[in-house]
């Protein structure tokens, strides 16, 4: 089974950026999109940025756009996520996670996330004010 690893995570100050990158191990046979979850300690878990396989085309949740933009490498089977102008409010476990069902990557940043086909162990990002 191919596992995702993230990686990038760290203790930033506000305004602040951080990259995360995302590693499969392998490639993923009919994949369909690969996104960004995030979860606070007492919250539940938020999809925040999804990108296309194929078209590349991508989404944001409100509350990273303009801030975060997610990219991938298919040739390398990697997931990134540029993290600009961090708040204390970003805080979180940030975990990356690819499906093959476009029903499935079309909910994604809904509430509740839907849950992905493969999921990350995660990475902590931590922001200081």
């Known amino acids: 089974q191919v596992q995702l690893a993230e990686s990038g995570g760290g203790s930033v100050q506000a305004g602040g950026s951080l990259r995360l990158s995302c590693a499969a191990s392998g490639y993923i046979y009919s994949k369909r999109c690969m996104g960004w979850f995030r979860q606070a300690p007492g919250k539940e878990r938020e999809g925040i940025a999804i990108i296309y396989t194929r078209s590349e085309g991508t989404s944001y949740a409100d509350s990273v756009k303009g801030r975060f933009r997610i990219s991938q490498d298919n040739a390398k089977n990697a997931l990134y996520l540029q993290m600009d102008s961090l708040t204390p409010e970003d805080t979180a476990m940030y975990y990356c996670?690819?499906?093959?069902?476009?029903?499935?990557?079309?909910?994604?940043?809904?509430?509740?996330?839907?849950?992905?086909?493969?999921w990350g162990q995660g990475t902590q990002v931590t922001v200081s004010s």
């Open positions: 996670a690819a499906d093959i069902s476009l029903v499935v990557c079309g909910r994604a940043l809904q509430r509740p996330t839907p849950d992905f086909r493969l």
